[in-house]
């Protein structure tokens, strides 16, 4: 198949499995090209997600590899044949990659947890909240940039609503509900909006009081995405260059870790809920 015109983060972690499978056995680049009736060079480009890979030549890898995991074969096939065009695409070339391949990755998630500790999270936030936020870290950005970041943020949180909505677990610390990002009543009406998540069963929130003891995790913010498989698993954690995708294993074990501890530092979600309906009436 011809080289991909846009890489995105499913087809690059398409390739990255594909990799592992390969490298698991021993075999070169070189080696499982040739089982192709391809070039290293070819191997490489579906390898990095820069080339595609029929359905069929991912179950011939996979049985050279001697893969036995029926599911995770067929989980790499259905990414392998996607050709949906998510409405993220519509800001492709408007917004960075990173917001494109974040919305990607949560619409094929079999489940979201999260965990915030300054700001409310990106798919419980306001358009008002969302707006003060970027205008903050973002100063001087013209309204043709601003606008689209809120749109599309605005856009993500179709995934945890609806018939089909996606399980979304959050854990929240006490500072992100009490910053004012913007004035009094756009900070109410964000608790507002929680709360009204919480009640229509889009979100199981919990949150971390100031005062809680045991909790050492200032540096915690992640969200862990739920594949179709567990292999499959993401976990998405800010860094230095801007949002890092993580596939190894080690690292998503460490993540799912890193959520327990952060959930047992937490209200459980009914008192979070009086939690932030207490706040509320504060504001």
């Known amino acids: 198949m011809p080289p991909k015109r846009h890489l995105t983060a499913r087809r690059v972690r398409l390739g990255a499995e594909l990799r592992k499978l390969r490298e698991a056995t ?30 069929e030549r991912v179950r011939r890898l996979a049985a050279h590899y001697d893969c036995t995991d029926e599911a995770l074969v067929e989980a790499l096939v259905a990414m392998a044949t996607d050709r949906t065009r998510g409405w ?58 601003l606008t689209p970041r809120i749109e599309h943020r605005l ?52 949150v971390i009081p100031v005062d809680q003891d045991g909790f050492g995790g200032a540096g915690a913010s992640m969200m862990y995405v739920g594949g179709s498989v567990p292999r499959l698993d993401t976990g998405l954690r800010d860094a230095p260059t801007g949002t890092a995708f993580i596939d190894a294993e080690p690292r998503l074990a460490q993540l799912r870790t890193l959520f327990r501890k952060v959930e047992k530092a937490s209200l459980e979600p009914t008192a979070s809920r009086d939690f932030i309906h207490r706040l509320s009436k504060e504001v």
């Open 26 to 55: 021993g075999m070169k680049a070189r080696e499982a090209a040739a089982l192709l009736g391809a070039d290293a060079v070819q191997m490489s480009q579906i390898e990095s997600g820069v080339a595609g890979v029929s359905a």
């Open 88 to 145: 993220w695409e519509e800001y492709r070339g408007v917004l960075p990659s990173v917001f494109l391949d974040t919305a990607e990755v949560e619409h094929h998630a079999t489940f979201l947890r999260e965990v915030v500790i300054t700001h409310v999270p990106g798919l419980l936030q306001t358009a008002d909240y969302a707006r003060a936020v970027y205008a903050y870290m973002m100063p001087g950005l013209p309204e043709s940039e």
């Open 155 to 206: 856009g993500r949180q179709a995934v945890i609503q609806g018939d089909n909505s996606t399980p979304y677990e959050t854990v929240i610390h006490e500072f992100a509900l009490r910053v004012r990002v913007a004035d009094r009543r756009a900070s109410h009406a964000q608790l507002l909006r929680i709360l009204d998540q919480i009640e229509q069963g889009h979100a199981s929130v919990r």
